[in-house]
């Protein structure tokens, strides 16, 4: 297993356009997580699920986010109508259970 | 609420030197405490943890200890060296007993190290 994957690695879109963003993660992991981390912070904490079942989201997920995981394996994250405030590092990480966290590279947004 | 503060960078050190990241956190109960390294160009990468207080974390040269009596979980290295310059993460999962989440990490803001040769 190669850890967790994330696609694409970087993504400039228009304000106003969808993207989505897609998280792998480790095979055995049944807990997955969506971060996002703007420059000179740390990634503060979106979204997870256990399987495919999405158990938490933060206040910072408005309603323009939204995340899936249809099978309980890879999960999407899609922002709609991009605002420049949306410009981040999003990253994913998963876990078994509530053990430690891995992550993946992340996918570098920047909305122009 | 849940937070944890770690000193400010940038730190610049020279190979060889002793190197301590301090960081404080505030949580109810025994929280999980986690550093996490962030070399340039890469993902997060667990570098130590402790789950108890009085816990040592290891990992690479690197230590810190869970100090529940001062909130505090400092890196600590002996001997830097320049592969090392990265950012560091403090992070914490909160203690499910009290109310903590299980999905969510709380961490500091980083702190940057760089070594020079």
């Known amino acids: 297993d190669t850890g967790v994957s994330q696609d694409p690695r970087h993504k400039i879109t228009k304000r106003g356009q969808n993207v989505t963003f897609r998280c792998d993660p480790i095979?055995?992991?049944?807990?997955l997580y969506w971060y996002r981390q703007t420059l000179g912070q740390g990634p503060e904490f979106l979204t997870y699920f256990q399987n495919e079942a999405q158990l938490e989201k933060s206040r910072l997920l408005s309603d323009r986010f939204s995340a899936e995981r249809p099978k309980g394996s890879f999960s999407t994250l899609e922002i709609q109508r991009t605002e420049q405030g949306d410009s981040a590092m999003y990253l994913c990480?998963?876990?078994?259970?509530?053990?430690?966290?891995?992550f993946g590279p992340g996918t570098r947004l920047t909305v122009l | 609420g849940n937070s944890v503060t770690q000193m400010e960078g940038p730190v610049t050190l020279s190979e060889e030197a002793f190197l301590t990241i301090n960081c404080t956190y505030t949580?109810?109960?025994?929280?999980?405490l986690f550093w996490y390294v962030q070399y340039p160009g890469e993902g997060l990468q667990l570098l130590l943890k402790a789950t108890k207080a009085d816990d040592k974390g290891s990992n690479k040269g690197f230590e810190a200890t869970y100090r529940k009596e001062t909130t505090s979980f400092h890196l600590e290295k002996g001997s830097v060296q320049v592969s090392d310059s990265a950012v560091y993460f403090c992070a914490l999962s909160p203690d499910m007993n009290y109310g903590g989440s299980q999905g969510n990490l709380i961490f500091g803001k980083g702190t940057k190290l760089s070594v020079k040769p």
């Open positions: 095979s055995e992991h049944n807990r």
């Open positions: 990480a998963s876990s078994f259970d509530g053990d430690t966290q891995y």
């Open positions: 949580a109810t109960g025994y929280p999980s």
